[in-house]
């Protein structure tokens, strides 16, 4: 038995991508005639036919290496069937370029977006599986993303390190976390870095609540206080707010970004000396953890046994600490934001620490 697969990572990179791409191929070649075709940049190298038919060797080394050896490129979902300037039809030019390539299928690394033109690409008769990377962790139908738990390692060392500093001079730290519209990165890291304030755009915030706490804690003779707040965290009014006055609103603030606002208000409101911290794409940046390399490892050994079987339209996931799949029509388009009553939004309450609300 021949198989001849393609493979793409696509959206933002996040580490584990080499580790997927390095389990995926490895089993395959271990159970079965192998060819690997590596296409370049996501989705862009699909529509512009830019591939490379790749060696085993060249995936040797790549376990700890963070970003993707692929390259990788952002090709929104929303303009996958508009026809642009350049007259392409990007639906048409990338199921020619799998039949040019002689896919028996194409493996999709990626996230929402990512997961939405693979289920796409599979109605329109492609072979597909997909594996769920974000350090943003809103996938649905999986307990974990691969990428999640490297970020939240480098979120939690960045709130333990502002810790010291926060404590030497008495001030307030807002540290802005990624995660896009979802709040798992900012729960985690804040409660393992100890925040005393944890805000996620599920839990819409009260900036009165905030400087409620931080006072309190400086009656209580606490010098500093931490707040770790999403990138996507919204204001009770903003939350009321449609999409498109939100983004008018967002585009007349002075701030320049989420935690300068909040530490601005804090500073004007209270008195209290604030500062914010953006680590940004520091989060995505670096190799892998251990966990994230097993968790990439196993997904990738997972989609070579539905290769394997012919089990397409698929995406790998994880659930209750077992490795399996769901159905990609399932899981496109369906984000997986912080349900209210998680455990940890619980867990986070009942020890003290204020969500904002
Ligand atoms: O989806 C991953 C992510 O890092 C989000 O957390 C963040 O909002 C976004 O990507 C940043 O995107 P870009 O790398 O395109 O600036």
């Not at 376990?63 to 050896?69: D, E, P, Q, S, Y």
């Not at 303009?79 to 020619?96: L, Q, T, Y």
């Not at 089990?311 to 996931?317: C, H």
């Not at 984000?335 to 609300?357: C, E, F, T, W, Y």
Request: charged share 25%; with cysteine.
């Amino acid at each position: 038995m021949k198989r001849r697969i393609g493979i793409l990572t696509s959206g933002g990179d996040c580490p584990g991508l080499n580790a997927a791409i390095r389990g995926v191929v490895r089993a395959s070649y271990e159970q079965f005639d192998t060819e690997i075709i590596g296409i370049k940049d996501g989705y862009r190298g699909l529509i512009e036919g830019d591939y490379e038919e790749l060696t085993r060797e060249q995936f040797s080394g790549i376990l700890t290496l963070g970003g993707t050896i692929l390259g990788t490129a952002r090709t929104p979902f929303s303009n996958m069937r508009v026809i642009g300037e350049d007259k392409v039809d990007k639906v048409k030019a990338m199921k020619n370029n799998y039949q040019k390539m002689k896919l028996d299928c194409l493996i999709t690394l990626g996230g929402n977006g990512t997961h939405k033109t693979a289920n796409l690409l599979a109605q329109e008769g492609l072979n597909i599986i997909a594996l769920p990377k974000t350090i943003d962790n809103d996938i649905y139908g999986t307990d974990f993303t691969f990428g999640f738990h490297s970020a939240l390692d480098i979120a939690t060392d960045v709130i333990d390190r502002i810790h010291s500093t926060a404590a030497s001079h008495g001030r307030c730290m807002v540290i802005e976390i990624m995660g896009n519209k979802a709040g798992w990165l900012t729960l985690y890291s804040g409660m393992a870095g100890g925040a005393d304030v944890i805000l996620i755009p599920e839990i819409p915030y009260d900036i009165e609540k905030v400087a409620e706490v931080i006072e309190k804690r400086a009656k209580a003779g606490k010098s500093f206080s931490i707040i770790a707040v999403a990138e996507g965290a919204m204001t009770n009014e903003e939350a009321e707010m449609n999409k498109k006055d939100r983004v008018e609103q967002k585009e007349k603030d002075p701030y320049c970004s989420i935690s300068h606002k909040i530490a601005s208000q804090l500073q004007e409101m209270i008195g209290v000396e604030a500062r914010h911290v953006v680590p940004g794409h520091i989060q995505r940046g670096g190799s892998p953890c251990a966990y994230d390399r097993v968790l990439s490892t196993q997904f990738g050994v997972h989609a070579a046994h539905l290769i394997k079987n012919n089990t397409y339209g698929i995406t790998v996931a994880l659930n209750n600490n077992k490795i399996t799949h769901n159905l990609l029509s399932d899981v496109a388009g369906r984000p997986s934001p912080v349900p209210l009553d998680h455990q940890m939004v619980l867990a986070a309450r009942k020890i003290g620490i204020n969500m904002g609300d």
